[in-house]
């Protein structure tokens, strides 16, 4: 192997270790979830100022880098596309595990955390993979975007936590759910490195659509599950709590912008 050749190497597996970096606080939510065993309004309250969290990361480190390099018509549908893939995919998965559900369902009802967590978890891969994308190719420009970096995984560790109490609540053990992070840990690291590799030449047309899918898949994520959640333990405190979390994200986006 040539020396540019090692090179090309090590630079693509820098890109994937920070790919694993940024999803590996999934991890630490669910060593923290079954740790302390959460109270159903901590959780609540966790996946409410997690909302904003993720809803300030959709809004600019996904959108609106996106809009710089797409037509508002493909922004928009590529956007449609990620909630589809969510909504579609949470279905697919309630409907293989119906009975698990019905029974997972009591437990959750009565800890506060009635949604599906596998929607939770689903919702980490499709906005995870493509972000591990975009780090990706943030290296390409010189070095990863320490914004998006942080962004990415300051708001999967609300996701971790959040699916991992209700995952507990279903009986889940920790080594299983543990398992289950890190397939998306390694698929993290592995998109990270494809993201250097196979778009070092994009105008930014794909990247941008990558980034809008996986907003899209995240949003839809947010609203169908995490804040209907949160609002069925905090009630009219939810409001307040996602604005906290969206104005966090602003002040990361401002300290390491």
Known sequence: MGVGALGHSVVVLGAAGWGALSAATLLVGAILAYAFKPSPRLTAIVMAAGSGLLIGSVSYDLVADAQLSLSLPL????????????????????????????????????????????????????????????????????????????GVALSNLPEGMAASAGLRARKWTLPKVLLMYAAVVATSAIASGLGYT?????????????????????????ANTMIPDAYQVEREWTGGLVVAGFALSLLIAAALG
């Not at 030449?201 to 809008?212: C, E, L, P, R, Y």
Request: charged letters at 15%; proline letters at 3%.
């Open 75 to 150: 922004l928009a549908l590529s956007l449609f596309a990620g909630a589809a893939v969510f909504v579609f995919g949470t279905k697919i998965l309630e409907s293989r595990g119906s009975k698990d559900h019905a029974v997972g369902k009591k437990v959750e009802d009565s800890a506060g955390t009635g949604g599906n967590p596998l929607a939770i978890v689903l919702g980490s891969v499709l906005d995870g993979v493509p972000e591990s994308f975009v780090l990706g190719i943030s290296v390409l420009a010189g070095g990863v975007s320490p914004t998006l970096l942080a």
């Open 198 to 222: 196979l778009l070092a030449s994009d105008d930014g047309t794909i990247t941008g659509v990558v980034q809008t899918f996986a907003a899209g898949a995240l949003l839809a994520m947010i």
